[in-house]
């Protein structure tokens, strides 16, 4: 059932719209280069934000220190904020008028351009990094303590016996995540890319359907997004699959090993150099939206309201959705987790959309088909999450709920969902907080009384009312953190007092 | 009790009777258009004044974005009224044949002739570099692309502004467009997908011009009571967006589309327009325009392509456009 929900949302949808299409032509040139650069961009910023979250999820597995769940919390925010907003808060930092510079030219250095490639693949690990750290972070926990003691004790080097072959399992999974996530980008690449050399695919897609009315290439381009990504899928696949990534992060094993001054030293740069990359940007996020908080008009709060209830409504679904794939299991998993990503969401909601007109008013579906799609767009990460953690549980107590005739929907919330609780609340968070800061297809549905919060910034932006529009980027931050805190938190408590 | 009962019922009817007796006038606009501090909720007000029915606004998108969806609803669709497509679109919006005449004219203060019986003008500005004014100005596009000046733009393919900009070298340097955009190439700091997030850039300090409209500055001197911006005239000229509305063919009540059509040429229109959409309006109101609207730049031509040379001239223009920039 689920499983044929996101067939009909991703690849029904595309049918939708090449069945509205009139005739489908061939590829221009302008295509094949953006097709071509997406490519590049997507490897080189799923390659960075790997290679660069190794060194510091090793820190984070191997230090505890005072603050570290909460930074662990923080480091989450980039992934979970509006596009707009983050590129703005990176600008702030690393812009011609940015931090960076200021203080380049204050050392009487010449101001340097972040615009093009390098722009766009620092956003790209801005966003991703965070991710990157805690899928690799979940390989190095998931190692037992007793065989870093073993090795330790034996004389033999950790990383030889235990780190390379983890992160060897680990590390094909979270690139092609990244890669997946960086092929569908568009904002980020066409405001920091520096025109058109950076036009991605998903650019393309918006030209022929906003501007150009050209559905057939509209269909054509999001076919070829999904060509890539199955091919990328595959190609992961063939080297290995991921063990996913999970919550209980906030179990620090006791290691033998990296106690040196220059390890420990090594290991606080990492962290320190990453928390910097990461919250900096944020902060000028925050100091810019207090400026703003007092502009915010009223119909902020009928706006917060929906936002609210559509991360409620679209949170429930995507938890729902994986729990009953993970019951299934095998392949619906790894076609749920990887598909959503690959999908246009633009070419899903015109898809939708033409399916939708003829038999009701838009507007009126406008909220509830936000929530549906938000969800869609948040299933696989929740499935990562949720899925190998049902996994274990199966493989743990499934024998005996085997023996005492526990089955179906009885054995879930028996056996399963209390000791996935982590897992689950995790997930809850993460789709809450996605679901809070996305636009999605509420601008292609709705009628002006429906405002999300997302659509409300972005027509205070439309308005030159751009302080205002900071602040109601700090609320959605804010909204967004507390969603995804309160969800973390709800499945940690009395987990481990 | 029976007879309580059908008393109540007999009042529903009556009410029910009364709703369905006001007709709605279902407006397809872009969002900026029907947004809180857009002129939609004044305009609405004033013509629910005057008409006895309900007017609907329905945002999507921007200009390009409300078209597309038409199409895509085809005659299908509940739209009874288009407003806010710009003359580069008129030509296909005219195509699809989902338009109506509405006989509209008016006297209208527009720097060019107006003839158009099915898309009536309701706006109009110029595009221009909107910047600060202890920036020093260049005088025409080679002077610019000269110069050691930083400016963001809009993309052509996704955003009007960024078609006006492009539509503007054209009309201007024909046969040079693509000449001009390679020496462009290293005064622009990047391309947004839209509006917003370029004039965004250009507060944030990140180039020292964005373009927008010669009126861009008027916000910030009335509504904000800062004088510190100001818009390049360029000896070129200016192209212009002039801003229109049409009856869709398809409506159920083609009358109250015409009322509205008439009713967006007057006063109880137009006076709403220049500090909700800060533009010019199309018939300026009798008691002129707001002040601070004098300090504007006025350009000295106004440039604007036929719709019909729009619609055939934008398709090359972009791909000379994406040719010099993407060296």
Known sequence: MVIALVLVLTLGTLLAVLWRAEGVGGLGRAEWAAIRFTVLQAILSAAASVVLAIPVARALSRRRFRGRSVLITLLGAPFILPVIVAVMGLLAVFGRNGLLNDAISMAGGDRISIYGLGGVVLAHVFFNLPLAVRMILQGWIAIPAERFRLVVSLGASVSAMLERPMLRAVLPGAFMAIFLICLTSFAVALVLGGGPKATTVELAIYQAVRFDFDLGRAALLAAVQFGLSIIAALAAWFITVPEGFGAGLDRVLPRWDGASLWERSCDALAIALAAAFLILPLSMVVIKGMIGLSDLPASVWPAIARSVSVAAVSTALTITAAVLLSMRGGRAVGVASALPLAASSLVVGTGLFVVVQPMFNPGKLALLVTALMNALMALPFALRVIAPAFERVEADYGRLADSIGLKGWARVRISVLPRIRKPLGFAAGLAAALSMGDLGVIALFATSDQQTLPLLMYQLMGSYRTDAASGAALVLLSLSLCAFWIFDRGGRADADA | ?327
């Open chain 2, 1 to 327: 009790m029976k007879t309580t009962l059908t008393h109540v019922a007999g009042l529903c009817f009556v009410a029910t009777g009364a709703i369905a007796e006001t007709s709605t006038l279902t407006i397809y606009t872009y969002d900026g258009f029907n947004s809180e501090w857009g002129p939609g909720p004044q305009i609405e007000a004033n013509f629910e004044a005057e008409c006895a029915c309900d007017l609907e606004f329905v945002a999507a998108g921007d200009g390009a974005a409300v078209l597309s969806r038409l199409k895509l609803e085809g005659a299908n669709t509940d739209a009874d009224i288009v407003l806010g497509l710009d003359t580069n679109l008129t030509a296909d919006a005219a195509a699809t044949g989902l338009f109506a005449a509405s006989g509209v004219t008016a006297a209208y203060d527009l720097p060019i002739e107006w003839s158009d019986d099915t898309f009536v003008p309701f706006d109009w500005g110029y595009f221009a570099f909107v910047a600060g004014k202890d920036v020093e100005a260049p005088t025409n596009f080679r002077e610019l692309a000269a110069s050691d000046l930083k400016i963001v733009i809009q993309d052509p393919r996704s955003s009007t502004p960024g078609l006006g900009l492009v539509l503007w070298i054209e009309a201007a340097y024909g046969d040079e467009a693509g000449s001009i955009w390679a020496d462009l190439a290293d005064n622009i700091v990047t391309v947004t997908p839209g509006w917003s997030e370029a004039y965004g850039l250009f507060l944030e300090g990140e180039a020292d011009a964005v373009l927008s409209y010669t009126t861009s500055p008027a916000y910030h001197l009335i509504a904000e009571g800062d004088d510190s911006k100001t818009s390049w005239a360029f000896e070129e000229g200016h192209y212009m967006q002039v801003e229109v509305a049409a009856k869709v063919a398809s409506t159920d009540v083609p009358e109250l589309a015409d009322a509205f059509l008439a009713f967006m040429t007057t006063e109880g229109f137009q006076s709403v327009i220049p500090t909700t959409n800060w533009m010019y309006p199309a018939v300026t109101p009798a008691v002129g325009l707001p002040e601070g609207f004098e300090t504007l730049v006025t350009p000295s031509t106004a440039l604007l392509l036929s719709s019909e040379d729009a619609a055939a001239k934008s398709g090359p223009a972009i791909d000379a456009w994406r040719a010099a920039l993407a060296q």
